[in-house]
């Protein structure tokens, strides 16, 4: 499947300037009515908080001083102690660069920021997670630092000041730092290890991002509205489609569907660009990928999303192309169920969006999302434990991580046509035993293909299930991080059973429905939860350390 090359035949006095690889849909300039419904659009944004206050942002622009400050102290520190002549000293600069959300612009009160540290040459990595992190160790304003060298893309972790920061860290080619350093320049990758450019990614698809939309407060309006619809909101309204790690879209995915739409209607404001997101996209021929710009080969032999030359690309279901070298699939997860939830979704959008260009309904309807807990007659629920609070948080983030193995092994069923993982992970029900645990559950909502026939058919998902298990064990011995309490349990639940798994909050249920708690699983007088109770539709995976032997799950589907 080769990139989709445009033949077109411009002349400057003919064709106006276009962003992105085709020429816009649509030139066309907003009416009176679409600048009242952006205005309307922005009144029903605020009460979700998608917007920061002024004092809280200042804030930002604050700390992130300090810390740039800091930077070019310990960049002077560092060259001192190397024996770099004072007069090169004298010049030398460091610097502090944002990505993500903050530097797109569309963060919401308390996110995080995600910076990079650019440093010269004469700089180490070693030096950014020695001899940098006891000098933020130092500063009364840092809490929780951590470093977390070994990762993928190697990063720091601290609060500042209360406000979240990830910082990673990259060595340039050059001897100092320019104070007008463009990070867009691919020349800047030459001679760079491979985490350093990995680590300059995040600065270089944001820019671009930037720089490739024709109004960036447009662009900034649109996507709080989309992402809004995608993430879990203060006011708890969730549509469950914003999450990279379980196989749906992450900010980045999102900030370029809709910069493409920018791209595509220029001239159009927010009211019509969320609108138009989901006609683009409803309508899109997955897999045909998503690009900002052309790609370019910029010889530094560098592995890039091509399916022409690497085979495992032709598989991707839903690609949605980075714009900076190397260029990559930023929606490598995205499976056949999180692609056919999504699109479900973008329908739902164009549909209200409909409605509401026609003033038959406002914006709030666009935020009103079903619920999940409801949505479903069937469900699995995961329940990961340990023992104490460290080995729990270590323990999650691997489970969490795999889940998306589970969701495809579950696709692969010939009686399921869906699996539906929300992003939300929830605390799991406390049983009394002198031992404290701590455990974490995620539901996983199942559609079973109709039957004919009057009886219900057994489906048997030990093997399912089992599979993904037995991954998640391997990876965590592998890893050297598996202590022998470490547990992961599995259920077959239907939709009545979940409110007696799941905190109150988490279910808004009536109180005719809530009425009904005594079906299937049952919750024990001493708070513990019996999962003897329904035995065959409950799985004990074993621990590798422990008996072999596992129940068997199995799930009724439904009749046709």
């Keep these: 499947m080769p990139f989709p090359i445009t033949s077109q035949v411009q002349t400057a006095q003919l064709t106006p300037k276009h962003y992105g690889i085709t020429s816009p849909i649509s030139l066309a300039q907003p009416k009176e009515a679409d600048l009242v419904l952006?205005?309307?659009?922005?009144?029903?944004?605020?009460?979700?908080?998608?917007?920061?206050?002024?004092l809280e942002l200042q804030r930002r622009i604050l700390v992130l001083g300090k810390l740039n400050t800091l930077v070019q102290v310990w960049i002077r520190e560092i060259s001192q102690a190397k024996?770099?002549?004072?007069?090169?000293?004298?010049?030398?600069?460091?610097?502090?660069?944002?990505?993500?959300?903050?530097?797109?612009?569309?963060?919401?009160?308390?996110?995080?920021?995600?910076?990079?540290?650019?440093?010269?040459?004469?700089?180490?990595?070693?030096?950014?997670?020695?001899?940098?992190?006891?000098?933020?160790?130092?500063?009364?304003?840092?809490?929780?630092?951590?470093?977390?060298?070994?990762?993928?893309?190697?990063?720091?972790k601290l609060s500042f000041d209360g406000i979240e920061i990830d910082i990673l860290f990259a060595r340039l080619a050059l001897?100092?730092?320019?104070?007008?350093?463009?990070?867009?320049?691919?020349?800047?990758?030459?001679?760079?290890?491979?985490?350093?450019?990995?680590?300059?990614?995040?600065?270089?698809?944001?820019?671009?991002?930037?720089?490739?939309?024709?109004?960036?407060?447009?662009?900034?309006?649109?996507?709080r509205a989309i992402k809004l619809l995608a993430l879990c909101s203060v006011h708890g309204t969730c549509h469950n489609i914003y999450s990279n790690i379980l196989g749906f879209l992450g900010g980045v995915s999102w900030a370029m569907l809709v910069a493409r739409t920018c791209q595509l209607y220029p001239n159009a404001v927010a009211s019509t660009l969320v609108h138009k997101f989901f006609l683009v996209f409803s309508k899109w021929e997955w897999p045909n990928p998503v690009l900002l710009k052309q790609p370019e080969d910029c010889n530094?032999?560098?592995p890039v999303w091509d399916p022409r030359v690497t085979p495992s690309d032709r598989y991707h279901l839903m690609p949605i192309i980075t714009p900076a070298y190397p260029q990559q699939n930023s929606t490598y997860n995205v499976s056949t169920s999180t692609r056919a939830i999504m699109v479900e979704e973008f329908k739902r959008g164009l549909?209200?969006?409909?409605?509401?260009?026609?003033?038959?309904?406002?914006?709030?309807?666009?935020?009103?999302?079903?619920?999940?807990?409801?949505?479903y007659k069937h469900y699995i629920v995961l329940l990961a434990s340990a023992q104490t609070e460290k080995q729990h948080l270590e323990w999650v983030g691997l489970v969490e991580s795999k889940i998306r193995i589970l969701v495809g092994n579950l696709e692969k069923n010939e009686f399921i046509t869906l699996a539906h993982v929300n992003p939300q992970s929830f605390p799991g029900p406390k049983e009394e035993s002198e031992k404290e645990e701590f455990s974490t559950i995620w539901v996983i909502g199942v559609v079973f293909k109709k039957m004919e026939g009057p009886e219900n058919l057994n489906v048997d998902l030990t093997f399912d299930i089992q599979s993904f298990t037995d991954t998640v064990y391997r990876q965590a011995i592998t890893s050297k991080m598996f202590e022998a309490d470490m547990k992961i349990t599995a259920m077959h639940v239907k939709r009545k059973q979940l409110q007696q798994l799941l905190p109150k909050v988490a279910i808004q249920r009536s109180k005719r429905k809530a009425s009904h708690s005594s079906d299937g699983l049952r919750v024990m007088n001493d708070g513990s939860l019996d999962l003897s109770v329904d035995s065959d539709n409950s799985m004990s995976v074993p621990s590798p350390t422990g008996p072999s032997a596992a129940k068997i799950a199995r799930a009724s589907s439904p009749q046709g």
């Design 175 to 223: 001897q100092t730092i320019p104070e007008n350093l463009d990070l867009r320049d691919d020349g800047l990758l030459k001679n760079l290890d491979i985490r350093c450019i990995r680590s300059l990614n995040g600065c270089r698809v944001t820019d671009e991002i930037l720089h490739l939309v024709p109004n960036i407060e447009n662009f900034r309006l649109t996507l």
């Design 83 to 156: 024996n770099i002549p004072s007069s090169v000293i004298d010049n030398v600069c460091g610097k502090i660069f944002t990505f993500g959300s903050y530097r797109l612009g569309v963060h919401t009160k308390g996110a995080d920021i995600d910076a990079l540290c650019v440093a010269p040459r004469h700089l180490e990595r070693s030096d950014f997670f020695s001899s940098f992190y006891e000098k933020l160790k130092e500063q009364e304003e840092v809490k929780d630092l951590r470093a977390v060298e070994e990762a993928f893309v190697p990063v720091i």
């Design 351 to 375: 549909a209200i969006t409909d409605e509401i260009l026609l003033n038959k309904a406002e914006w709030s309807k666009l935020f009103e999302a079903p619920n999940f807990f409801q949505k």
């Design 38 to 54: 952006t205005q309307k659009l922005i009144e029903t944004l605020r009460p979700f908080g998608v917007f920061e206050e002024e």
């Design 300 to 302: 530094l032999n560098l």
